[in-house]
């Protein structure tokens, strides 16, 4: 299944769970697995968008990481001053800022909202420079537009990630990861609504079995996916550059790997076996709205010869009602443009 980017490999798994879940098919009779637990970020947020319980194994849920949790807790108590729970986690961030200061701050909340509360409180001891990036940032956040909020949050995050986690460069991808996928809502308010996003109900990370459902969907490292079947089955990124890894691309034993582990996946399907490959993947540290971004190929794993023996087709989401949907473009003769420039 060929789709223009990760947002659409996301809508098509969306919708296509849901569709076999209509055929009768149960959620747990489905699974989305991935090279790298990292993958599966943009589905995870399309999931939680359209409240389809799942279950991860091989990973952290994306909005279950702390440092996810840190960025929209910032997110949320800039948008809703009294939201103590996002207040609470987003204030301590600040180094010198403990419990009882959080709830102290978070008592004297009034009309203004979180940045009144920053403005009208003295920095704590050694943090001056932190104290004020926040209270400026809260203060930019009142007239920003979507989505330069996101931006106006990463930059002030950044420097507090970088202080709190030993792997801060690592979690720096999921900080860009979350910009762009916020890009895609209309407003901060649709962002922060449409995600669900639940207190959590514990101080652990680890993702559990879904309350909200007795039914819940699979996603799964293709490594922890071994030995298990399922009915219907999604492989994201079947991609050179992600299937094999770029690291795993080094010497023909790695390379052996990489081709075993699709071997794995693809064997993982009962009935229904979808494997999808996003044409582009956008860059990172790229302004808001950017359109940067390199084209993909089918994973080698797959040559011409094999890939006919599958059904091989192109997914596009539907357009927005009252949204026209785009046609071809017109063909250009640029030959004949050429030539009238010296003609």
Known sequence: MSVRD????????????????????????????????????????ELA?????????????????SHVKDFLAILRWAQNGGDRIAGFRALQLVPGVGPAKASRMLDAVDE???????????????????????KQMLGDLQGATWPADLD????????????????????????DQMQRIGATFGSRTSFLTELTLDPPNSTSDESGRSSKDDDYLILSTIH??????????????VVDGCMPSDLGAGSTAELEEERRLLYVAMTRAKD???LITPQRFYHTQ???????????????????????????????????????????????DLAAKARSRFS
Do not use: C
């Open 6 to 45: 990760e947002a659409a490999q996301a809508s098509y798994i969306a919708e296509s769970v849901l569709e076999a879940r209509e055929r009768g098919l149960t959620l747990m009779q489905q699974a989305i697995l991935f090279r790298a637990a990292d993958f599966s970020a943009p589905v995870e947020l």
């Open 272 to 274: 229904e076996l979808h």
């Open 224 to 237: 922890s996916a071994k030995g298990q079947e399922w009915k219907n089955v999604f492989v994201l990124n």
């Open 49 to 65: 968008k359209r409240d389809i319980p799942f279950v991860k194994f091989g990973g952290l849920k994306f909005l279950e990481a």
């Open 152 to 175: 106006l949050a990463a930059r002030w995050y950044t420097p507090m990630m970088n202080e709190r986690y030993d792997d801060a460069r690592v979690r720096a991808g999921d900080i």
């Open 286 to 332: 790229q302004s808001k709205g950017g359109d940067k971004h390199v084209y993909a190929i089918r994973s080698r794993f797959i040559p011409e010869y094999v890939a006919t023996k599958f059904q091989q087709t192109v997914w596009a989401p539907e357009a927005a009602p009252g949204e026209a949907k785009v046609g071809p473009l017109p063909k250009i």
């Open 112 to 134: 203004t909202g979180a940045y009144g509360v920053v403005r009208n409180t003295a920095p704590p001891a050694g943090a001056s420079e932190a104290w004020d990036a926040l």
